[in-house]
């Protein structure tokens, strides 16, 4: 099978996955074990397509942004399963995979992974990592990003009893929708 080929099929199991995660019917568990499995399947096909390449170009940065996909419609399947270690165990060799190779998607992949730890309760991670987040977001002025992020932020805070913190950072969301003006170092943990 050639390249193309191959890219082909992981973008077909990947849209194919995401429409049986979409559906709600009768056999949805169902569905949901034969999504992961073709998202697998999807990220193997990618997963060797990336690892021919030789040095960071174009079509590289193209195949990691599919790959980083399939990991986030992957995180959807097992946070549906209730699977937080395995979601999480995917995101983070997503965010080392994309960081690898195309920073570009950096801030996407940081977001699901902040999300990750807020569902686990783990608060303080997901401030940290939402803050690298919003960093990300703001290199490429995506402001939706931006702004979607600092809810997390703000939403983290309010779980930890820093009610002041996250007041804080809600406010940046009309003061500062750009998140240029505001210093975000500061609300690290």
Do not use: W
């Amino acid at each position: 099978m050639s390249n193309d080929l191959g890219e082909i099929a992981a973008l077909l199991n990947n849209l194919v996955a995401f429409q049986l995660i979409l559906s709600n019917q009768e056999n949805h568990h169902n569905n949901l074990i034969l999504a992961r499995l073709l998202l697998a399947n999807g990220k193997i096909i990618l997963n060797n397509a990336i690892n021919k390449f030789t040095h960071i170009n174009m079509k590289l940065t193209e195949l990691v942004r599919y790959y980083s996909q399939i990991a986030i419609n992957q995180v959807q399947i097992e946070i549906e399963l209730n699977n937080i270690d395995i979601a999480k165990k995917i995101m983070l060799q997503d965010v080392e995979m994309v960081h690898k190779y195309n920073d570009e998607y950096l801030s996407e992949a940081l977001s699901s992974l902040a999300y990750i730890y807020y569902i686990d309760k783990q608060y303080d991670q997901a401030v940290n990592t939402a803050l690298s987040a919003i960093d990300e977001h703001i290199k490429i002025g995506n402001v939706i990003g931006i702004n979607e992020t600092k809810k997390l932020v703000t939403a983290s805070f309010y779980k930890m009893g820093e009610e002041e913190k996250a007041k804080q950072i809600l406010k940046t969301i009309k003061s500062d929708p750009i998140g240029i003006l505001e210093n975000y170092d500061k609300y690290y943990i």
